[in-house]
C-alpha cells in the first residue's frame, strides 16, 4: 500500500489504545450504592472533621433534588448512580518510609505510565502526587517543597493536618449546589491534591499529579483544591490515562483554585483516557468535571491548558471568575476526537472585576465519526469596565462522517468593554498536503506536520515536558496504518 | 398567596386551550384548516410557553407575551392618511395591507404588478401547499409561530408566477390598530410562492396606529428554482408593543434570498429567521441592523440548515444598544452530513453605548461535513477613541463626532439595501434616534 492511497481519516484512525492494561492489587472497594450512610461511611474511613461531612451531607442533599444536565451536545445511555461504588481504595498499609515499600505492582504501573516517582528521577525537577484510584500512594519532593513552605499533599491529609484551610475555601468556588456532578463529588470525592502557595514565594519547581482510574465499575470523585497566596506562582501539571474496559467508567472531579493579588496559576493537563472502542465506540471514560478557578486578589492570572485526546464522553468547562482587578483568565485547548467519541469542552469567563482581560484559544479536531463541541461563555458585569476579551475557535474536520460545534455565548452588559469572537471551521487544505508530498514527505508526516501547526498556540502554553507529551499524544494518535 | 413562574405558565397554557376550543367553535374552520389548526394546538402542547432559562429563548424575557388567553383583535378601521405614510414611493401600485393580520382589499393595490392572490384557506386545496403547511406544523420549534397556526384563518398567499418579475417592489404593510382598552393580539399571515426563474422585490413593513398590541407573524417564502428575492422587512411598531416574527425560507436549486431586516424596537422584539437551503447552489445573504434606546430590545433567533453541497449563506448583523436597552443575536448555521463544498459567514457587530444596556450573542456552528468553510465572528465594543480624535481634530464638536461614527456604524449595512427609498426613510427616522 502507498502512502498516497491512505486517506486522512485512515492516518488518524486511533492506535490502539497503548495504557490499557489493569494492574492486580488488591482493592477495598464499597458495596454499590450511594445513600446518606455511605457518605457517612466515607468520611467515617477518612476520619475527617464535623465540617467535612456537613459539607459532604449538605452536597448530597443537594444533589438529590438536582438533574442530570441535558443540555450538553452528547449522547449516552442513562447512567445508574446506584450501581456504582462510590469508594477503591488500595488495601490499608503501614505509612510508608521510602518508595521501595510501595507495592512494586503499583511502581510497574507508573513506569509504564513513565512517571518519574523514584529517587533518581528527581532529577527531573518533578515533584509527583501520584493518585492510584482515590488514594495517594506516594508523594516526592516534599521535603523541598516545604523547605519553601509550599503545601503539596493528598486533600484527605490536608483535611487532617490543615482543616482551617480546607474548610476556608472548599466550595468556594465551586458552591455544593454547582451543577449535578459537582454536587455528587462534593458528597462522596475520596482523594485529590491539595496545594497551597504561601505569600511571596515563586515554586521551586513544577508540580504534578497522576491520576489513573483502577477498579472497575468504581467512579472516580477527585478533589482537588489549590490556593495561591499573595505574590505566588506555581505551575501545575495533570496527566491521565486509564485501563481498558468495557463497561463505562464514570468521573466527575471538581477542581478549584483561588489566586490572591498579584500571584500567578498556570494548569495545564493532558487527558488520555481510554476513549472505547474505535469501531463500536463499546467502553470508554465519561469525564463530567468542573473546574473553576477565581481570582480574587487584584492583579492575579490563572491559566488553563488542556490536551484533551480520551475519554468516551468529555463535559468539561475550565473557566475563571475575574472577581479582582486587572486579573487575567486564560484558556488554551486542543481537542482531539476519533473513533465515537464525544466532547463538549469549552470555557467561561466571568468578568466582574475593572481592567479584567481574558483570552481563549480553543482547537477542535474531529476525525472518524466523532463529535467536537466548543461551548464557551465569555460574560461582562455591569462593573466590569475596560474588561477585554479575545476568543478565537477553530476546528478541523478529518472525513464525512463527523461533526463540529461551536456554541459561544457573548454577554456584555457593559459600554466599555471589547470583546472579540472568531471561529472557523474546515478541513485540511488538500494544496498544503498536496505541497508536503511534493517535498518527499510522506502524507502521515504531512497530516502530522498541519496538526501540530494548527495546534502549535496551544502547546507553546504548556511547560517543557508536557509540550512533548502533548506532541507525542498527538502523534501516537496520528500515526497508523501507513504501509 | 403568589403564583410561581411555573404555576402560571401551565395556567397561561390551559387558558389557550380552552380559548382554540372556543375559536373553533365559532370560526367553523373548513376541514383542511382545521386539521392544520388543530395539529398546531397539538404542537403547542409539545412545545409549551417557554420556561426561564429556555435554551432558544436564553435572552429573552417572553413573561409579557404567553399571558394568554389573548385578546385578538381582526382589524378596525384605519385612517388612509396612515397608509399613506407608511407606503414607500413606488410602492403606490403595488402595496398590500393588511390591517391586524386581515388582508384588506379597499386599501391594497396590486395593479403595478403580476402577482396573485388566494386566501391560504383556499390554497389548502393544492397538494402541495397544504403538505408544505402541514409538515411546518409537525416540524414547528417555535411556540408563536405554532400559535399562529392553531388559530390561522386570515392568511394571505401570494404567488408570483414563473419567469416573472415587477419594476417596483412589492410592499406587504402590515398595521396593528391597537387598543386603548387592552392589549390586543394580532397573528398576521402570509405565505408567498415563487415559481420558477421568477424574481421578487419584497418590503414587509410592521406599523402600529396605537400602542398596547402584540403581532405575532409569520412569513413562508418558497422560492423556486432559479428564482431570486430582495427582501427587506422594517419592524417600526409602536414603541409600546410586542413583536415576534417568524421568517420561514426555503431555497430550492439556484434561487437566491438576500434578506435585510431594520429594527426599531420596542418593548420586546423578537425575529426568527428559519431558513433551508434545501437544493445544491442555493444562496442567502441575511443582514440585520437595530439601533436601540431607552428600555428597547430586540432578539434575533437565526436557524440556517444547510441540506445540499454548494449552497452559500452568509449573515451581518449590527446592533447599537443605549440606554437600558437589550438586544441579542442567537445564530446558528447547520450543515448537515453531505453538504459538501457549503460557505458560511456571519459576523455580528454590537455598539455598546451605556453600562445599563445589554448585548448578548450567540453564533453557533454546527457542521457534520468535513470539506466546508464556515466562519463566525462577533464583537462587542464601542466607539473608537482615535476616529472620534481625527474627526475633533477636523473641528468637528465631541456630540456631532459620535453621532457621525454610530450613524455610520449602522448606515454601512442599511446602505445594503437594495430600495433607495428605504434606505432614505431608514436614514431619516431610525438614524434619527442616535441624535441626542
Redesign the interface.
Known amino acids: 500500500m502507498t502512502a498516497k492511497e491512505n486517506t486522512v481519516s485512515d492516518v488518524l484512525e486511533d492506535k490502539k489504545y497503548k495504557y490499557g492494561f489493569k494492574t492486580l492489587i488488591e482493592s477495598d472497594t464499597f458495596a454499590k450504592g450511594l445513600n446518606e450512610d455511605v457518605i457517612r461511611a466515607i468520611s467515617h474511613k477518612k476520619k475527617e472533621p464535623e465540617f467535612m461531612l456537613k459539607f459532604r451531607l449538605k452536597a448530597y442533599e443537594k444533589w438529590l433534588t438536582m438533574k442530570e444536565p441535558r ?1 450538553p451536545n452528547v449522547h449516552y445511555p442513562p447512567i445508574d448512580y446506584q450501581n456504582l461504588s462510590y469508594y477503591s481504595a488500595p488495601k490499608p498499609k503501614k505509612k510508608l518510609e521510602s518508595l521501595d515499600e510501595v507495592d512494586p505492582e503499583i511502581l510497574r504501573t507508573f513506569e509504564k505510565l513513565g512517571i518519574p516517582l523514584d529517587e533518581q528521577k528527581k532529577l527531573a525537577n518533578v515533584a509527583v502526587d501520584a493518585v492510584f484510584d482515590s488514594v495517594s500512594v506516594a508523594t516526592t519532593h516534599k521535603k523541598k517543597l516545604m523547605e519553601v513552605g509550599i503545601i503539596f499533599c493528598p486533600i484527605s491529609e490536608a483535611i487532617q493536618e490543615y482543616p482551617e484551610l480546607v474548610e476556608e475555601y472548599m466550595g468556594s468556588v465551586v458552591p455544593v449546589g454547582d451543577n449535578f456532578y459537582s454536587a455528587l463529588n462534593s458528597a462522596v470525592f475520596t482523594d485529590g491534591s491539595f496545594v497551597y502557595i504561601p505569600p511571596d514565594t515563586i515554586s521551586p519547581m513544577e508540580l504534578s499529579t497522576y491520576f489513573r482510574i483502577n477498579t472497575e465499575e468504581t467512579g472516580q470523585f477527585e478533589r482537588t483544591l489549590i490556593i495561591c497566596a499573595d505574590n505566588s506562582y506555581v505551575s501545575y501539571l495533570e496527566g491521565c490515562t486509564a485501563p481498558q474496559f468495557d463497561t463505562n467508567q464514570l468521573h466527575a472531579a471538581v477542581v478549584e483554585l483561588v489566586t490572591h493579588e498579584n500571584a500567578e496559576f498556570k494548569y495545564s493537563t493532558v487527558q488520555n483516557w481510554y476513549a472505547g472502542d474505535p469501531e463500536t465506540g463499546k467502553g470508554g471514560v465519561y469525564n463530567f468535571v468542573t473546574k473553576r478557578g477565581k481570582c480574587v486578589g487584584n492583579n492575579s492570572k490563572i491559566s488553563w491548558t488542556q490536551v484533551e485526546t480520551g475519554s468516551a464522553i468529555t463535559w468539561k468547562y475550565p473557566s475563571c471568575i475575574l472577581q479582582g482587578d486587572n486579573t487575567v483568565g486564560e484558556f488554551y485547548s486542543v481537542a482531539l476526537t476519533n473513533g465515537h467519541m464525544q466532547a463538549d469542552t469549552g470555557t467561561k469567563m466571568i468578568h466582574l472585576g475593572k481592567n479584567t482581560k481574558s483570552s481563549i484559544i480553543s482547537k477542535g479536531i474531529s476525525a472518524a465519526n466523532s463529535s467536537n463541541s466548543y461551548r464557551g461563555q465569555v460574560k ?1 458585569s ?1 462593573n466590569a ?1 475596560n474588561a477585554r476579551n479575545y476568543s478565537q475557535c477553530d ?1 478541523m ?31 485540511i487544505s488538500e494544496e498544503q498536503l498536496f505541497y508536503f508530498e511534493q517535498r518527499g514527505i510522506s502524507r502521515e508526516n504531512a497530516i502530522a506536520a498541519v496538526i501540530n501547526g494548527f495546534c502549535k498556540e496551544v502547546f507553546k502554553q504548556l511547560p517543557m515536558e508536557f509540550a512533548v507529551e502533548a506532541q507525542k499524544l498527538l502523534t501516537l494518535k496520528l500515526e497508523n496504518s501507513v504501509g | 398567596m403568589t403564583t410561581t413562574a411555573a404555576e402560571s405558565t401551565d395556567q397561561a397554557e390551559s387558558a389557550l386551550l380552552d380559548q382554540h376550543k372556543q375559536f373553533l367553535s365559532e370560526t367553523q374552520p373548513a376541514a383542511d384548516i382545521l386539521a392544520l389548526n388543530e395539529s398546531a394546538i397539538q404542537r403547542f402542547e409539545v412545545l409549551k410557553f417557554p420556561y426561564r432559562k429556555h ?1 432558544m429563548y ?2 429573552v424575557n417572553t413573561k409579557d407575551i404567553t399571558a394568554a388567553p389573548y385578546v385578538f383583535s381582526y382589524g378596525a378601521s384605519v385612517a388612509e392618511d396612515f397608509i399613506k405614510k407608511h407606503v414607500y414611493p413606488g410602492c403606490e401600485k403595488s402595496v398590500l395591507v393588511l390591517v391586524d393580520g386581515v388582508y384588506r382589499e379597499n386599501l391594497s393595490d396590486i395593479s403595478g404588478t403580476s402577482v396573485r392572490l388566494m386566501p391560504i384557506v383556499e390554497a389548502l386545496s393544492q397538494a402541495d401547499i397544504k403538505s408544505y403547511l402541514e409538515s411546518t406544523v409537525a416540524n414547528e420549534n417555535d411556540v408563536f409561530a405554532c400559535i399562529n397556526s392553531a388559530f390561522l384563518n386570515h392568511g394571505l398567499m401570494i404567488d408570483v408566477p414563473e419567469k416573472t418579475q415587477s419594476e417596483s417592489p412589492l410592499q406587504i404593510l402590515h398595521v396593528s390598530t391597537g387598543s386603548p382598552a387592552g392589549k390586543v393580539t394580532t397573528l398576521p399571515r402570509v405565505l408567498v410562492r415563487l415559481g420558477v426563474m421568477a424574481e421578487l422585490k419584497l418590503i414587509v413593513k410592521y406599523a402600529g396606529v396605537q400602542g398596547n398590541y402584540f403581532v405575532n407573524s409569520v412569513l413562508d417564502v418558497l422560492v423556486g428554482e432559479d428564482a431570486g428575492v430582495a427582501f427587506t422587512q422594517i419592524q417600526q411598531d409602536n414603541g409600546d408593543a410586542w413583536h415576534c416574527s417568524k421568517n420561514r425560507i426555503v431555497l430550492d436549486r439556484n434561487s437566491r434570498f438576500h434578506a435585510s431586516n431594520a429594527s426599531y424596537g420596542n418593548k420586546l422584539t423578537r425575529h426568527h429567521y428559519e431558513v433551508h437551503l434545501k437544493e445544491t447552489g442555493a444562496e442567502l445573504w441575511l443582514n440585520g441592523v437595530s439601533v436601540l434606546t431607552d428600555e428597547e430590545q430586540v432578539h434575533n433567533f437565526v436557524r440556517i440548515h444547510h441540506a445540499a453541497p454548494h449552497c452559500v449563506s452568509n449573515q451581518q448583523f449590527k446592533n447599537i444598544v443605549d440606554d437600558h436597552s437589550r438586544s441579542s443575536i442567537d445564530g446558528t448555521v447547520i450543515v448537515n ?2 453538504a ?1 463544498l457549503t460557505v458560511s459567514d456571519q459576523l455580528i457587530n ?1 455598539l ?31 466607539i473608537n477613541e482615535d476616529q472620534l480624535f481625527y474627526l475633533k481634530t477636523r473641528g468637528l464638536s465631541t456630540k456631532i463626532a459620535k453621532e457621525l461614527l454610530t450613524k455610520s456604524f449602522a448606515d454601512s449595512l442599511i446602505q445594503t439595501i437594495a430600495f433607495p427609498a428605504v434606505v432614505e426613510d431608514l436614514e431619516n427616522t431610525l438614524l434619527k434616534k442616535l441624535e441626542s
Open positions: 443540555w461582562v455591569k469596565t476546528s474536520l478529518v472525513g464525512d462522517k463527523c461533526s463540529a460545534h461551536t456554541f459561544p455565548y457573548i454577554e456584555s452588559a457593559n459600554s466599555s468593554v471589547q470583546i472579540e469572537h472568531e471561529a472557523s471551521t474546515s478541513k | 435554551e436564553t435572552f452530513e453531505g459538501q454590537n455598546m453605548l451605556s453600562d445599563n444596556a445589554h448585548a448578548d450573542n450567540k453564533p453557533n456552528l454546527m457542521i457534520f461535513a468535513d470539506d466546508v468553510k464556515c466562519t463566525h465572528g462577533a464583537t462587542i465594543g464601542q
